[in-house]
């Protein structure tokens, strides 16, 4: 019931309504990045301008950039009230307590595997005490509690939740809890492909020259490119899922366990107690889903397609890449 009240927000419908608020902070990211190229071409602020300690003249830190538009973005649709980073050029505390908890996280889920997953929710309590994580707790209540008192119909993320609290029986402490995980889910895995894509392109030139062709010669000018429009760039979406298989946001799928009495999967008995789970990076990159499975090549999703149909990649599983999951339980928020 929970997933199906928070579909609501990641509905087709909900997605067009908030395209435009999410053009918005792209537009801002955008702007910020011309004018601060404009600098850079500037023989002045070659010698004199730095990059936030990040480097020096044209030297731009693209993974804070994609993290600041991605948590404006999922501040203003889950709260209504974006966290600013984009104006102001940096993180919100927000942002840098996301970073820190990630290897603590890999930790705690390393400890599940090895038998100590007992002392998991131990540590999590004592650690819960910490100065930051309060902090975090009180400013998610001021945000819950500032979208509930807008009292009003939003297309966003947290609409479908709201609008079926009662029935749903939540808490103010359920509600920031979901908020947490809502904007955690999409802040942290949307900037890493993002940075993985960008990375991957840059060390490929060949590969980025087509992409920028393709783009170029279908738009005019930035107004054109829409969700809808850029859902139809072959080599855009190749390259997507090139950049997700190679560079996959999860390197894990959701673990399970196999009931009392064991379980039988794809054929093979599994005692009772195991651990189930579909490791995503290893699906990626097995020689037995992929042909040169270490190599960047957007043209392995583009066998078949007219004058992209070689022979090369015939024999790639592409249905292997599963970076959001599949089935009942895949991510809500892959659209």
Known sequence: ???????????????????????????????????R???????????????????????????SWYNWVIFDIMGDLVFAE????????????????????????????AMQYVGLGWAVPLILRWV???????????????????????????????????????????????LEGTAHIVVAAGSETTPTALSGATNLLLRNPEKMERLK?????????????????????????????ESLRMFPPATHGMVREASEGGTVVAGSFVPAGTLIECQIWSMNFSPLNWTDPSSFQPER?????????SEIWKGDNVKALQPFQYGPRDCIGRK
């Open 213 to 241: 062709r393709e783009i170029r010669s279908t738009f005019r000018s930035g107004e054109e490119i829409t969700m809808a429009s850029v859902s139809r760039l072959p080599y855009l979406q190749a390259c997507l899922n």
């Open 301 to 309: 999703f583009l066998h078949g397609q007219g004058e992209n149909a």
């Open 37 to 63: 190229a404009a600098r850079c071409a500037s023989s002045e602020s070659r010698s004199n301008m730095k990059t936030e300690g990040k480097g020096e003249g044209n030297v731009v830190d693209m993974v």
């Open 1 to 35: 019931m929970l997933r199906k009240a928070l579909a609501v927000g990641f509905a087709d419908r909900a997605l067009k309504a908030q395209e435009g608020r999410i053009q918005r902070f792209v537009g801002v990211l955008v702007q910020k990045l011309g004018e």
């Open 82 to 109: 974006p966290f600013g980073c984009l104006e102001k050029e940096r993180d919100h505390f927000f942002v840098e307590l996301f970073a820190e908890m990630l290897r603590p996280g890999v930790v705690l889920v």
């Open 128 to 174: 819960g005490g910490r100065k930051a994580l309060v902090s975090l707790k009180t400013e998610l209540g001021r945000r819950v509690r500032g979208r509930i008192a807008k009292g009003e119909v939003v297309d966003d993320l947290f609409e479908g939740l709201l609008k079926h609290r009662e029935e749903l029986g939540m808490s103010m402490d359920e």
